[in-house]
């Protein structure tokens, strides 16, 4: 089968050729993909822009656009299961994790946010001007570009689609190409929601797409979820047209471990913070601070922690670990490994593929790492992780200062029975989100979204309505 663009309430052939998607767990073809040509990208942005103008959209009455939106977010619960199965086999997570992560949380989020249509409120302002009431009104960007990685594809992009529809813009979707079949069907059942022609578009192709996306005259903003130097580009190539930029980067979550923490807890913890899908998440812990006197019970029980999971294709129901996402990005975390070791990190457990076919890595852990080695500050985004102690004589003013040396600031955690190091910790680092005591995962309510390096602006909660509307202020004189 070739899958093709949804333009303009058409599914269509694309115009410039297909690419393919395989399934890493087995290497097997999955589909070909249309690939979207630039004419293409053209032909969608024109149907968001004539759909955005459209009175059906852009006057629907907030209840019917909320309704609308509830009935998209009761199919993507029917369709439960089934997007699970399909994200696993696309992207390789286990089926446990697509069922919660993945097809729970989009129809989660696109439910809070159609509670949000009928809620979306302007202010009245105490301007001193006399005889003029001043108030204003949240309007919709317009045409959004939705721009996603392959790690997250269904739920990172409902965490873009549902607040972009909520506040009435129009979108043009473009998936990662290695992980396109979630965002397909999903658009599939906006259809079926009844989304007026032109509101909802998609084109699937390579990074070229995107590129092209940032320097469109016809996009009015880009929401970008993937790696901070391809968020530098499209900051870059968005300059000509001054476009609203929203950018997810990456990170390099520290996770502190503090002399008092249970250790069995954090061992739990952090193995989930770690290596959930495999370590490709934004916010995982990777960079583990361990008071020396509590490192070799650390070191001994999350090893065996790791060696114990169980690494298999997603679709097994007992799989913990599964694939790294492509042939290409496990050669880059082989390649990372290597680099750490050459630096002179100490191998503790992994290292080494886990199967002869599909893209399997064993969990791995490195003791030793220093501050300054590429295991402590590059983004692996792999179940590849680093043990760095400290000294129990060390302020936590230093613990903090080690922790944010670091270009990113996405995620953190904490590990501690005590609560004023909790709160000194979580005041002191330099990041979106800080857990205590809990693994990263977040919820529609919270806001998402990185300082320095890992971004600008937040998703999710209140913060989301922000990115996707412009304030206008009306000055209504009354006087004679
Ligand atoms: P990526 O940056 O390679 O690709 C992301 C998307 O951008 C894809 O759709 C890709 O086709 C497109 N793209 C590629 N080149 C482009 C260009 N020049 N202009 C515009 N678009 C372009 O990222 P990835 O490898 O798919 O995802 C992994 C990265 O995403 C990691 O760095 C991870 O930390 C980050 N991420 C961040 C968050 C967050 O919430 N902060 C969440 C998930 C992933």
Redesign the pocket.
């Known amino acids: 089968m070739t899958t093709k663009l949804f333009i303009n309430g058409q599914w269509v052939a694309a115009t410039g050729g297909t690419f393919t998607t395989h399934d890493p767990a087995t290497e097997e073809l999955i589909a070909e993909v249309g690939k979207a040509s630039t004419a293409d990208l053209d032909a969608a942005v024109d149907a968001a822009r004539a759909a955005f103008e459209n009175p059906e959209w852009r006057d629907m009455l907030p209840a019917d656009r909320a309704r609308l939106m509830f009935r998209f977010a009761d199919l993507v619960d029917q369709h439960q299961e089934e997007l699970a199965q399909l994200e696993t086999a696309d992207q390789g997570q286990p089926i446990s994790i697509s069922r919660v992560v993945s097809s729970k949380m989009a129809a989660e989020h696109i439910r809070y946010y159609a509670g949000w249509v009928t809620k979306i409120e302007g202010r009245t302002s105490p301007i001193s001007t006399p005889n003029t009431f001043h108030y204003t009104r949240r309007e919709p960007v317009g045409v959004c570009g939705l721009?996603?990685?392959?790690?997250?594809p269904l739920s990172?992009l409902s965490w873009k689609l549902a607040p972009a529809l909520a506040t009435g813009n129009t979108v043009v979707i473009?998936?990662?190409?290695v992980t396109p079949m979630t965002a397909i069907r999903l658009v599939e059942l906006a259809d079926e929601a009844g989304f007026p022609a032109g509101v909802v578009n998609l084109v699937t192709g390579?990074?070229s797409i995107?590129?092209a996306?940032?320097e469109h005259r016809g996009i009015d903003k880009i929401s970008?979820?993937?790696?901070?130097e391809?968020g530098q580009?499209?900051v870059r190539?968005s300059a000509g047209t001054l476009k609203r930029v929203t950018l997810?980067?990456?990170?390099k979550a520290p996770s502190i471990i503090a002399r008092d923490a249970d250790i069995d807890a954090a061992v739990a913890g952090n193995l989930m913070g770690g290596l959930l899908n495999s370590g490709q998440v934004?916010a995982a812990y990777t960079r583990f601070y361990i008071d020396t006197r509590r490192e070799d019970e650390f070191l001994t029980k999350f090893a065996a922690g790791m060696e114990a999971m169980t690494i298999g294709a997603g679709k097994n129901e007992s799989t913990q670990l599964g694939p790294l996402v492509s042939a290409e990005h496990l050669q880059h975390v082989e390649e990372l490994v290597a680099k750490g070791r050459a630096e002179g990190a100490e191998l503790v457990t992994g290292g080494e593929r886990a199967a002869d076919t599909g893209n399997f890595y064993r969990p791995t852990l490195f003791s030793g790492v220093t501050d300054d080695m590429t295991l402590a500050t590059e983004?692996i985004?792999g179940p590849v992780l680093s043990v760095l102690s400290y000294q129990d004589s060390d302020e936590l003013d230093e613990l903090i200062r080690r922790a944010n040396n670091t270009e990113y600031g996405?995620s953190s955690t904490v590990w501690t029975k005590d609560l004023r190091v909790a709160h000194r910790l979580a005041n002191g680092i330099r990041a979106g989100a800080v857990f205590v005591n809990s693994p990263p995962i977040p919820d529609m309510a919270a806001p998402?979204g990185?300082f320095k390096a890992?971004?600008w602006g937040n998703e999710m909660g209140p913060y989301a309505l922000d990115a996707y509307t412009e304030i206008k202020g009306v000055w209504m004189n009354y006087g004679d």
């Open positions: 721009i996603t990685p392959w790690n997250f990172i473009k998936p990662a190409s390579p990074g995107g590129a996306m940032a970008f979820t993937g790696s901070t391809v580009s499209i190539a997810e980067l990456g990170g934004c983004e985004f996405l998402w990185g890992s971004g």
